[in-house]
């Protein structure tokens, strides 16, 4: 069965502090990896897109990384900030089949 | 352009009556999603429209929902005798595809929240 597990569930830091939020997957035939950022009661906004050949792509503070051979993925954030506060959402996309699996997510407090 | 825009952003209703969403892809893209999100989980697939096309329906989406596109622009979601349990975030996305079977880059909607009574 096609999955994507988030770890952890939650997480507290504090502002300036750095963090490394955890995606593993068992999706195959694998096209992307995508990880988005979603505001409470907004909806998802894209950070980065990665493909198979791909190992790490930034976009800011926020930095993700893939190992496509042991299905995992993380995003690290850097000096974090208090609109870092949100839901972090791990997507892949099954190759040949238009289809996202998206992971639960995990909620990341920023504290000051 | 501004976004993919859906309406109405928040409904309350009582159970058994009828609520219809709407969504604006963005205008250009070829490709409408739509998802259901319930309390700390992530969106589950209900739908997706390529241009006017109805491609493909999750079993989540029971024969008391419908789902619209009928020009391959806005697209509609409607739950008729709604239940509790379709209290839910009702997302929406598009993205545009231009060959293959890539899904593109999925830009979603701020959601329409719909609360059973």
């Known amino acids: 069965k096609n999955q994507v597990e988030q770890s952890p569930q939650s997480l507290i830091i504090l502002e300036g502090k750095n963090c490394t939020l955890q995606?593993?997957?068992?999706?195959?035939?694998?096209?992307?990896l995508r990880w988005y950022k979603q505001d409470t009661g907004r909806g998802p906004v894209s950070l980065t897109i990665?493909?198979?050949?791909?190992n790490t792509k930034s976009n800011g503070r926020y930095t993700a990384t893939l190992d496509a051979d042991t299905k995992q993925s993380s995003l690290h954030i850097t000096a974090s900030q208090l609109s870092d506060s949100a839901s972090y959402i791990c997507v892949v996309s099954e190759g040949g089949y238009n289809k996202l699996i998206f992971g639960a997510g995990t909620r990341l407090a920023v504290h000051p | 352009d501004t976004g993919v825009s859906q309406n109405p952003r928040h409904k309350i209703t009582k159970r058994g009556q009828n609520v219809t969403f709407r969504c604006d892809p963005i205008s250009e893209h070829n490709r409408l999603y739509w998802y259901r999100q319930t309390l700390g989980q992530g969106p589950e697939f209900l739908t997706y429209f390529q241009n006017e096309a109805q491609l493909e329906k999750s079993r989540l989406l029971s024969d008391r929902f419908s789902a619209e596109r009928p020009k391959g622009s806005f697209s509609t979601l409607e739950i008729q005798r709604t239940e509790q349990g379709d209290s839910a975030m009702y997302l929406c996305?598009?993205?545009?595809?231009?060959?293959?079977?890539?899904?593109?880059?999925?830009?979603f909607g701020e959601g329409s929240r719909l609360t059973v009574l």
């Open positions: 995606c593993n997957y068992t999706v195959s035939p694998f096209s992307n």
């Open positions: 990665m493909t198979f050949s791909e």
């Open positions: 996305a598009s993205s545009l595809v231009t060959g293959g079977s890539n899904t593109g880059e999925l830009f």
